[in-house]
C-alpha cells in the first residue's frame, strides 16, 4: 500500500504524521465520504487509525453521478473500510431547485441532516469532511452549512493543500491520486435555472456517454435544451473528428437536448461562475 513514502520531503511526512495524529486523537468519526481525493484521503486516514470506529458516508441523489458513486463504493471496498449510504432530498428543497447562487449550501445543509443523527447513535461519533485548505478560497457556499452542523475539516485545520492531497496520496499507493475534480452535477446549470430530476438525467446521461469515449475529464453545461460540451483543451481536436462529432450530436439529441456546441474554450472549472 505504502508505495513511496520515501519520496515524500521532511515537510511532508511531518504533514501526514499531523494528520494521523489530529484522527487517532478521536474515539469515532463519520467522513462525509463523496469519493473524491480529499475525502478519500480523510476516510483512509480515520480508517488507518481507527479501524471500525470510522465510517465513510455518501450522500446519495440524482446529483451524483452514478460512475462516481460506484467509484466510492470500489474505493471504500480496496480501503476495506466501513461505507454507508444515504438518500438525501436536496430535489425537494426549493432553496436548492431554484439554482441560487449558494445552491450548494442547501445541498450541504441537506447531507448534514442527514449525517446528524447517524454519527449521534454512534456515540456521538464526530464528522469529518475533505475540505482542503485550497478550498477556503473558492466560491463555496457549502463549507458555511458544514461550520454550521459542527463539522470539522482535518486538511483545512492542517492547511493541507489540495496538492498535498495529491502527493500523500499517491505516496500512500491509492490509485485514484490523480483522480480529477468531479463537482456535482446541479453545477452544470447557469445559476437561476431550475434544476430537476429530468435535467440532472440527461447531463448524467450525456457526461457518460463521452466517458465511453475516452474522454475521463468532462463537463455538458445545459444551458435550457442546448447542450455546450467542455474537454481539456488538448482533446478538442479528438473530439471533433468529422465521425465523433456526429456521433456526439446524434447521442446528446437522443437525450433529449435541442442543440449541441462544444466550447473552444476548453474545459474550465467553475466557469459559470464567471459574471
Given at each position: 500500500m505504502f508505495r513511496q513514502l520515501e519520496s515524500l520531503s521532511e515537510l511532508e511526512h511531518d504533514v501526514l504524521k499531523r494528520l494521523r495524529d489530529s484522527l487517532a486523537s478521536q474515539q469515532q468519526v463519520c467522513v462525509a465520504y463523496s469519493g473524491g481525493v480529499d475525502s478519500s484521503l480523510v476516510?483512509?486516514?480515520?480508517?488507518?487509525?481507527?479501524?471500525?470506529?470510522?465510517?465513510?458516508?455518501?450522500?446519495?441523489?440524482?446529483?451524483?453521478?452514478?460512475?462516481?458513486?460506484?467509484?466510492a463504493?470500489?474505493?471504500?471496498?480496496?480501503?476495506?473500510?466501513?461505507?454507508?449510504?444515504?438518500?438525501?432530498?436536496?430535489?425537494?428543497?426549493?432553496?436548492?431547485?431554484?439554482?441560487?447562487?449558494?445552491?450548494?449550501?442547501?445541498?450541504?445543509?441537506?447531507?448534514?441532516?442527514?449525517?446528524?443523527?447517524?454519527?449521534?447513535?454512534?456515540?456521538?461519533?464526530?464528522?469529518?469532511?475533505g475540505v482542503n485548505q485550497d478550498d477556503l478560497g473558492d466560491h463555496r457556499p457549502g463549507i458555511a452549512a458544514a461550520k454550521e452542523a459542527g463539522v470539522r475539516s482535518p486538511l483545512a485545520e492542517l492547511g493541507i493543500t489540495?496538492?498535498?492531497?495529491?502527493?500523500?496520496?499517491?505516496?500512500?499507493?491509492?490509485?485514484?491520486?490523480?483522480?480529477?475534480?468531479?463537482?456535482?452535477?446541479?453545477?452544470?446549470?447557469?445559476?437561476?435555472?431550475?434544476?430537476?430530476?429530468?435535467?440532472?438525467?440527461?447531463?448524467?446521461?450525456?457526461?457518460?456517454?463521452?466517458?465511453?469515449?475516452?474522454?475521463?475529464q468532462v463537463r455538458v453545461r445545459s444551458h435550457g435544451l442546448a447542450a455546450r460540451v467542455e474537454v481539456p483543451e488538448e482533446r478538442i481536436t479528438d473530439l471533433l473528428q468529422p465521425w465523433l462529432r456526429r456521433e456526439l450530436v446524434?447521442?446528446?439529441?437522443?437525450?433529449?437536448?435541442t442543440s449541441v456546441s462544444v466550447d473552444v474554450e476548453g474545459l474550465v472549472s467553475g466557469k459559470l461562475n464567471r459574471v
Amino acid at each position: 500500500m505504502f508505495r513511496q513514502l520515501e519520496s515524500l520531503s521532511e515537510l511532508e511526512h511531518d504533514v501526514l504524521k499531523r494528520l494521523r495524529d489530529s484522527l487517532a486523537s478521536q474515539q469515532q468519526v463519520c467522513v462525509a465520504y463523496s469519493g473524491g481525493v480529499d475525502s478519500s484521503l480523510v476516510a483512509a486516514i480515520a480508517h488507518e487509525q481507527l479501524g471500525e470506529q470510522a465510517l465513510a458516508i455518501t450522500g446519495v441523489s440524482p446529483s451524483l453521478a452514478p460512475h462516481l458513486l460506484l467509484e466510492a463504493r470500489q474505493q471504500a471496498a480496496w480501503l476495506g473500510m466501513r461505507h454507508q449510504e444515504v438518500l438525501t432530498l436536496e430535489l425537494e428543497d426549493p432553496d436548492y431547485t431554484s439554482n441560487p447562487q449558494d445552491r450548494c449550501y442547501a445541498c450541504k445543509r441537506e447531507l448534514h441532516r442527514h449525517l446528524a443523527p447517524i454519527a449521534a447513535e454512534a456515540n456521538g461519533a464526530l464528522v469529518l469532511d475533505g475540505v482542503n485548505q485550497d478550498d477556503l478560497g473558492d466560491h463555496r457556499p457549502g463549507i458555511a452549512a458544514a461550520k454550521e452542523a459542527g463539522v470539522r475539516s482535518p486538511l483545512a485545520e492542517l492547511g493541507i493543500t489540495k496538492a498535498t492531497v495529491r502527493r500523500l496520496s499517491w505516496a500512500l499507493g491509492f490509485p485514484w491520486w490523480d483522480k480529477p475534480a468531479q463537482p456535482c452535477l446541479a453545477s452544470r446549470f447557469p445559476y437561476g435555472d431550475s434544476i430537476s430530476r429530468e435535467r440532472l438525467q440527461r447531463v448524467g446521461q450525456a457526461e457518460a456517454w463521452l466517458i465511453q469515449q475516452g474522454f475521463d475529464q468532462v463537463r455538458v453545461r445545459s444551458h435550457g435544451l442546448a447542450a455546450r460540451v467542455e474537454v481539456p483543451e488538448e482533446r478538442i481536436t479528438d473530439l471533433l473528428q468529422p465521425w465523433l462529432r456526429r456521433e456526439l450530436v446524434k447521442s446528446l439529441l437522443g437525450f433529449g437536448f435541442t442543440s449541441v456546441s462544444v466550447d473552444v474554450e476548453g474545459l474550465v472549472s467553475g466557469k459559470l461562475n464567471r459574471v
